[in-house]
């Protein structure tokens, strides 16, 4: 354990040679270890060499299948390669075999969003923002809410994120548009004026306001 505690720490601080030395004569010394042939993939995905990554997660699943965080890993790397078919599948069986998270909810949904497939992304979103208290998660479900037209339900997520992140300039930009659906024009111009604050040169915030102020 001091040896893997090591490579780990070595993979945390950027130090990726030294890591992958332990890792691989962990791999060599234990052949059985599927803890090993994890970490290294995970070595390998942070310097994103991919297919490589693929190969070692696919060898500690092969070792044991019964961790749901093999099966995250590897929808990570799919998700990441923009593979998002097998992103699913991965996201899926990770619930399945019990790692009830928001991360593995979030992931899920937002391959569901990368696949255009905004409808069946909701419920996995809602549940990630259930879970844990987080801006962008929090965005990310009111978003897709709103790309289906579900305005209030939107502007409730909207205004979560913007409580838990006041910086959130796509959070407040996306609600300022709610308003405009709504025709709380004034509201929508306040807000256009807080994205433009924090980005000055933020194009849809200038183009949106400057479509406004025609109507007053």
Known sequence: MAKEEKALQYMLDGNYEAAAKIFIELMETEK????????????????????EAERFFLKAISLDESKPEHFYSLGNLYYETKL??????????????????SDV???????????NNITLSLPYLQRS???TEDAEKSFQYGLSLAKLNYYDEAKNQFINAIELDDTHTDAIY???IIYVHKNEL????QHLEKVLEQVP???LALQAKKEIEKLF
């Open 32 to 51: 059985e270890e599927p803890r090993h042939f994890m970490h290294f993939g995970k070595l390998l995905f942070q310097m994103k060499q991919y297919e």
């Open 84 to 101: 998002f078919d097998d992103a699913i599948k991965m996201f899926q069986h990770t619930l399945k075999l019990g790692l009830d998270e």
């Open 105 to 115: 909810h979030f992931m899920l949904g937002m391959s569901y969003v990368q696949n």
């Open 129 to 131: 923002a259930e879970l």
């Open 174 to 176: 996306n609600l300022a």
């Open 186 to 189: 004034e509201l929508a111009l």
């Open 201 to 203: 040169a933020h194009s």
